[in-house]
């Protein structure tokens, strides 16, 4: 089993609407949490942080955590298609562990 | 603040050649690790040192190796190169090893 795992999508959605991207980790003992956004043929690039139970905003985007369930998500509202990205969720315990990325496009 | 710095950007070698590949850290940041990219392909990790000591290595061959130095700048080598090693190669750099990483704009190896 990997330690970290996201859909693979693509995931498409209409300009304006709520994208969800998912994402479940295998260790219990995870502290640390992150989604980054990588543009085709550029390096990743931290969006969010989040370390304890609940939600975290910023601006356009939610990062939610559930650490009894092992999973994290990230919601961007207002989806625009600059938007279009992967995005890989990242989880630390003791190393950082990254999924395959959730491919989004968002379409105008 | 200056980013990670990656040298070179762009590297196009032969099959059997070796290449070395360079990463300054973020000013202050001690943990610098490595990753292996291909296309539709995840972040693969290389490896992870913290105060010049390899602290984690990911499923590669020997012939990736790496070494971090006093100024916590970090290289990496690859030896007789295959044409399997063409990848984006990404240096990332945080704090310390459980803090945030922030990434380089990587290194583009092609190997003909």
């Known amino acids: 089993q990997k330690e970290v795992e996201q859909n693979s999508g693509p995931l498409s959605v209409p300009e304006g609407a709520i994208a969800s991207l998912n994402c479940t980790y295998s260790?219990?003992?995870?502290?640390?949490f992150f989604w980054y956004r990588q543009y085709s043929g550029k390096s990743p690039e931290l969006i969010m942080s989040i370390y304890s139970n609940g939600d975290k905003e910023d601006g356009r985007f939610t990062a939610q955590l559930n650490k009894a369930s092992q999973y994290v998500s990230l919601l961007i509202r207002d989806s625009q298609p600059s938007d279009s990205a992967t995005y890989l969720c990242a989880v630390n315990f003791n190393k950082f562990y990254f999924g395959s990325g959730t491919k989004l496009n968002v379409k105008p | 603040k200056a980013g990670v710095t990656q040298t070179p950007r762009y590297l196009i070698k032969t099959r059997g050649q070796q290449v070395t590949l360079s990463c300054s850290p973020i000013?202050?940041?001690?943990?610098v690790s490595w990753y292996q990219q291909t296309p539709g392909q995840g972040l693969q990790f290389l490896f992870e040192y913290f105060s010049e000591t390899q602290r984690n290595k990911g499923n590669f061959p020997g012939r990736f190796s790496g070494r971090q130095f006093s100024n916590s700048r970090s290289e990496m080598n690859v030896s007789t190169l295959e044409l399997g090693d063409s990848a984006l190669y990404l240096c990332?750099?945080?704090?310390?090893?459980?803090?945030?990483?922030?990434f380089g704009a990587g290194t583009r190896l092609s190997v003909l």
């Open positions: 000013s202050g940041h001690r943990s």
């Open positions: 260790d219990r003992v995870s502290q640390s």
């Open positions: 990332a750099s945080s704090l310390d090893r459980v803090d945030i990483q922030y």
